[in-house]
Each structure stands twice: as structure tokens, then as C-alpha cells.
């Protein structure tokens, strides 16, 4: 295959090949139907994954169609509100009106901060990371804790593995927050791809994370992001997790110890392809911390020269 840069690569998800089967790329997702994706993944046991798939792209019709936040105590009839946030300022309630305006095109990923939009997201979390599950290991029901036990050690050794190829200093003094941040901007190049990343992207940690400059607009940001993959952009206060040019959903930035987890579901739950500058790093993920083993065709010599190299480190 002479490259690892697709997700399509689990050996436990055969079915993950159906979009490259069907000559569909990420980039006509958004214009499929419902019946479209019902179509690509028929039966019951894709309803999570059509629910998904849906949700993620036609959100933002789907909150413009809904009830006012005045009508029926601000609930849009399943007792959650339909306002959305600002990921990066704190917390301002937005007056009653019946009538709210449209949002600009500036503020898609800059609305008005609610106080119950983060549950919305936090839901949109727990259906993608069940998803997962399904894929991975349905019949476990303590998988994604079994997942956050093995992010958890992996993250540990990789801490020293850093240090030791001197892409991290000591973090005795930093916080978490910023021990995660400096992680994710290290582990494309403790495991590095022979693809270097875009010429417009810079570092290829920028294909899984960007921090968001105070004068930064995200919106113009992700739309001249030169690839279409998860990424998570973190802001003073909070977290947004984006597809392409797509807002996904938000977290508390105290959360980013799990943000890699919530990224690796998105590329399951959507059959993303790995973006080949950092398809060694998602490889070996997959593989170490998903316990998902790569497939014979797509275990390249950058993932098992990488792995290889890890592996003697931590003395396996």
C-alpha cells in the first residue's frame, strides 16, 4: 500500500472500507442525505454511526430550525437548549428573545456563551466515544474506561520517551494543561512520518492541534486549513474539536488530558484517512493505546521502524 495515512487500516473494521469502496471522499459528506448515509451503512447496528454522521454536519441547520430559546422554558423539546457558545470567553448568558438573529458568518465558531451548550457537546462526546466501543470491543462495557486506563499509561512512558529524544523538558512544574499541549506539539515527531506536513500547515502537530492566537479568528483559521482531519483548537478558557472547516463540539480546557482520545474517535466514527504527516503518529496509536492491531498492507517501515523504536525504549 506504501502508506499507512488511512484510518481503514483496523483489522477489527473491515466495514471501515466502505467509503473508499463506494468512490466517496470526507469532502462529500456533508452533501449526503439521510438516506444516502442510510444507504452506505445500512442496519441496525450503524444507527450511531448514521446518527453521527448527520449530526456532524447538519447541526447547524438543525439549530437555526429550532424552537426559540423562549419557547417551552429555552428547551427544544428534550430539555436542552438549542443557543450555542463561545469556546473562548467566559461565561455570559445571552437576554431572551424570541426572534434571536442569525449569526454571522464571524461568529459559526463564535456564538453567544450559554450555560447549556457544553452538556449538547458532552453528549456528542459520549455518542462518538460509544461508537468506538462498538467498533473496537462491543461486548466490553468498561472499554472506554479500559481506553482512558491505556492513554493513561502510554502518556506516562511517553513522557520519559520525550525527554529522551529531547522534544520534551522536565514537567515537574508545569501544569496539566500545558504538560498535554507540549505532548501533542512533541508526539508527531517521536514518531515521525516520511511525509513532511504542507507548506501552509507548518509543524505537523498543526494537523492535530493549533493554539488559537488572541487576535486569531477561528472561523478564517480553519477554513484555510490545507487538511481535512479532526483538530482540536485550543482557546484561553476552552477546547473546540473541528472536521475540515466543521465545529464539532467544546470542552472544558481542564479536559485536554483526553482530547487525543476524542480526535482517534472521530476518525473511526467517520472513516477519516490519517493525514500522511502524521499517519506514523495515529498508527501507533491505534495500535498501542486503542489496542487496535494495524493491518498487514498498511504496516509500513516508518510505523514499524517507530514502533520498533518504542517498543526497545520501554522495554517490551
Given at each position: 500500500?506504501?502508506?499507512?495515512s488511512?484510518?481503514?487500516?483496523?483489522s477489527k473494521?473491515?466495514?471501515?472500507r466502505?467509503?473508499?469502496?463506494?468512490?466517496?471522499?470526507?469532502?462529500?459528506?456533508?452533501?449526503?442525505?439521510?438516506?444516502?448515509?442510510?444507504?452506505?451503512?445500512p442496519?441496525?447496528?450503524?444507527?450511531?454511526?448514521?446518527?453521527?454522521?448527520?449530526?456532524l454536519?447538519h447541526?447547524?441547520q438543525?439549530?437555526?430550525q429550532?424552537?426559540?430559546?423562549?419557547?417551552?422554558?429555552?428547551?427544544?423539546?428534550r430539555?436542552?437548549?438549542?443557543?450555542?457558545?463561545?469556546?473562548?470567553?467566559?461565561?455570559?448568558?445571552?437576554?431572551?428573545?424570541?426572534?434571536?438573529?442569525?449569526?454571522?458568518?464571524?461568529e459559526?465558531?463564535?456564538?453567544?456563551?450559554?450555560?447549556?451548550?457544553?452538556t449538547?457537546?458532552?453528549?456528542?462526546?459520549?455518542?462518538?466515544?460509544?461508537?468506538?466501543?462498538?467498533?473496537?470491543?462491543?461486548s466490553n462495557?468498561?472499554?472506554?474506561?479500559?481506553?482512558?486506563?491505556?492513554w493513561?499509561?502510554?502518556?506516562?512512558?511517553?513522557q520519559?520517551?520525550g525527554?529522551?529524544?529531547k522534544?520534551?523538558?522536565?514537567?515537574?512544574t508545569q501544569?496539566?494543561?500545558?504538560?498535554?499541549?507540549?505532548m501533542m506539539?512533541?508526539?508527531p515527531?517521536?514518531?515521525?512520518?516520511?511525509?513532511?506536513?504542507?507548506k501552509?500547515?507548518?509543524?505537523?502537530?498543526?494537523?492535530?492541534?493549533?493554539?488559537?492566537?488572541?487576535?486569531?479568528?477561528?472561523n478564517?483559521y480553519?477554513?484555510?486549513?490545507?487538511?481535512?482531519s479532526?483538530?482540536?483548537?485550543?482557546c484561553?478558557?476552552s477546547?473546540?474539536?473541528?472536521?475540515?472547516?466543521?465545529?464539532v463540539?467544546?470542552?472544558?480546557?481542564?479536559n485536554?488530558?483526553t482530547?487525543?482520545?476524542?480526535?482517534?474517535?472521530?476518525y473511526?466514527?467517520?472513516?477519516?484517512?490519517?493525514p500522511?504527516?502524521?499517519?506514523?503518529?495515529?498508527s501507533?496509536l491505534q495500535?498501542?493505546?486503542?489496542?487496535?492491531?494495524?493491518?498487514?498492507?498498511?504496516?509500513?517501515?516508518?510505523?514499524k521502524k517507530?514502533l520498533?523504536?518504542?517498543?526497545?525504549?520501554?522495554?517490551e
Open positions: 500500500m506504501g502508506s499507512e488511512r484510518a481503514f487500516c483496523s473494521a473491515p466495514h471501515m466502505k467509503l473508499p469502496t463506494a468512490n466517496i471522499s470526507e469532502a462529500l459528506l456533508p452533501t449526503l442525505s439521510r438516506q444516502d448515509i442510510r444507504d452506505l451503512f442496519g441496525p447496528e450503524h444507527f450511531l454511526r448514521r446518527k453521527a454522521t448527520w449530526k454536519f447541526k447547524e438543525e439549530v437555526q429550532a424552537p426559540s430559546p423562549n419557547q417551552e422554558n429555552g428547551s427544544n423539546g430539555g436542552l437548549a438549542t443557543v450555542q457558545i463561545n469556546p473562548c470567553v467566559s461565561e455570559t448568558p445571552r437576554p431572551s428573545n424570541p426572534t434571536p438573529p442569525q449569526p454571522e458568518v464571524k459559526i465558531l463564535d456564538p453567544p456563551r450559554t450555560c447549556s451548550y457544553p449538547l457537546s458532552m453528549l456528542f462526546i459520549l455518542t462518538v466515544m460509544d461508537e468506538l466501543r462498538c467498533i473496537l470491543d462491543r462495557p468498561d472499554f472506554i474506561s479500559d481506553l482512558k486506563t491505556s493513561e499509561s502510554f502518556y506516562g512512558k511517553a520519559f520517551y525527554v529522551f529524544k522534544l520534551l523538558g522536565p514537567s515537574t501544569d496539566k494543561v500545558t504538560r498535554s499541549i507540549a506539539k512533541a508526539l515527531e517521536m514518531f515521525p512520518s516520511p511525509v513532511a506536513p504542507p501552509n500547515l507548518g509543524h505537523a502537530s498543526e494537523a492535530m492541534v493549533h493554539i488559537l492566537e488572541p487576535t486569531e479568528n477561528p478564517t480553519l477554513q484555510r486549513r490545507p487538511v481535512f479532526p483538530v482540536l483548537i485550543i484561553d478558557s477546547c473546540m474539536l473541528a472536521i475540515g472547516s466543521t465545529p463540539i467544546t470542552f472544558p480546557k481542564e485536554i488530558d482530547a487525543v482520545l476524542y480526535l482517534l474517535a472521530y473511526y466514527t467517520f472513516h477519516l484517512t490519517y500522511k504527516c502524521i499517519a506514523t503518529l495515529l501507533v495500535s498501542e493505546v486503542q489496542q487496535d492491531a494495524i493491518h498487514d498492507s498498511y504496516a509500513t517501515s516508518s510505523y517507530a520498533s523504536e518504542w517498543k526497545k525504549f520501554i522495554g
